[in-house]
């Protein structure tokens, strides 16, 4: 069926460091996938995308990849900063509306 | 332009009680999902509407059910509530038509069935 794995579940890196997220989906039919940031007591924000003619896409600090042979994705975000704490998620859209979502990183950037 | 907007943004209800919950897509925008999110099972798909027609539907009880109106406003209904269906229940907006796309997220309705 359809299903995305996310890894790590936490991460605590020092500011300035980078942090690396990684996501592998089981539906070979994804084509579209994005990230997601949620802070506490807000809905997530989409922070990138990358769809499936694209292996890597860049966005000032953010980065993401893509692997379709291995059916895995990936954030990667540099010189992290405090703000950027927060819970990520990833997501594999298998038609229309339709997203799956991994169960989430919880990322803690210590100052 | 204005984000997704959800009322209500909490809500308290009683088992067995029904609800309905009420979603604003930004404007221009013609699909809207739902999704439900909890500790344990994380982000799930409920159903996916456009022009008013339900285009996608997640593994979710017939108790779980929606309709979207012609200005792309969009509810989602539960019935018979239970002790499990405590969550946020979150909506999204899209700008396309077709093909997996881009969604925006409200910031959701806290509902909490005792």
């Known amino acids: 069926g359809e299903n995305v794995e996310q890894h790590p579940s936490t991460l605590s890196v020092q500011e300035g460091d980078s942090a690396v997220i990684k996501c592998t989906y089981s539906d070979s039919a994804s084509n579209y996938f994005p990230w997601y940031k949620q802070e506490l007591g807000k809905g997530p924000q989409l922070i990138i995308d990358?769809?499936?003619?694209?292996g890597e896409k860049k966005d000032q600090r953010i980065a993401v990849t893509l692997n379709k042979t291995a059916k895995h994705f990936s954030l990667h975000i540099t010189e992290t900063q405090p703000e950027d704490s927060a819970v990520y998620f990833c997501?594999?859209?298998?038609?229309?509306?339709?997203?799956?979502f991994g169960q989430g990183t919880e990322l803690s950037v210590k100052p | 332009k204005a984000g997704v907007t959800q009322t209500p943004r909490y809500l308290i209800k009683t088992r067995g009680q029904q609800v309905t919950l009420s979603c604003s897509p930004i404007s221009g925008h013609r699909s809207v999902s739902w999704y439900q999110q909890t500790p344990g099972q994380g982000l799930q798909f409920l159903f996916e509407?456009?022009?008013?027609?339900?285009?996608n539907k997640g593994n979710f009880p017939g108790r779980f059910s929606g309709r979207q109106f012609s200005n792309s406003r969009s509810e989602m209904n539960v019935s018979t509530l239970e002790l499990g269906d405590s969550a946020l229940y979150l909506c999204?907006?899209?700008?396309?038509?077709?093909?997996?796309?881009?969604?925006?997220f409200g910031p959701g309705t806290r509902l909490t069935v005792t």
């Open positions: 509407y456009f022009s008013e027609t339900q285009r």
């Open positions: 997501a594999a859209g298998v038609q229309g509306g339709k997203l799956i």
């Open positions: 990358i769809r499936s003619n694209v």
């Open positions: 999204a907006s899209s700008p396309l038509d077709r093909g997996s796309h881009e969604q925006y």
